[in-house]
């Protein structure tokens, strides 16, 4: 069973054309009562050329885990370049002891 657009639908049940599915590609094959034929190219998401969003089990874990390693390496880079692009914060120069509180230094001969 087909789908078929008015158009198509009238030129089928007039006795004009006759179809036939491919099952591989889809195509569906026009023929005409002059001998004639015209080939439909399967369209759509569920056509087989445009299947590519099917996927088995495994190719769907193997790019949900390259989807998450991306992210990961890219929330790492932007660590990094934040830490690169902010100076450090100036430290304060905290002796322990002042310099005119210093005990003086003896030496022993």
Known sequence: MVMLCRHHHNRKT???AFYLLDP???DVYWL???GTYMVDAATGPLAPKQRNWVQTFSQRRRRCREIRAAKAAAARFDEYRHRLDTPPEPRRYL????HEEAEPR????
Do not use: I, L
């Not at 002796?95 to 002042?98: T, V, Y």
């Open 32 to 34: 005409f009562a002059d």
């Open 106 to 109: 003896t030496v022993e001969v």
């Open 95 to 98: 002796p322990w002891r002042r």
């Open 24 to 26: 591989h590609t889809g």
């Open 14 to 16: 007039d006795g004009q």
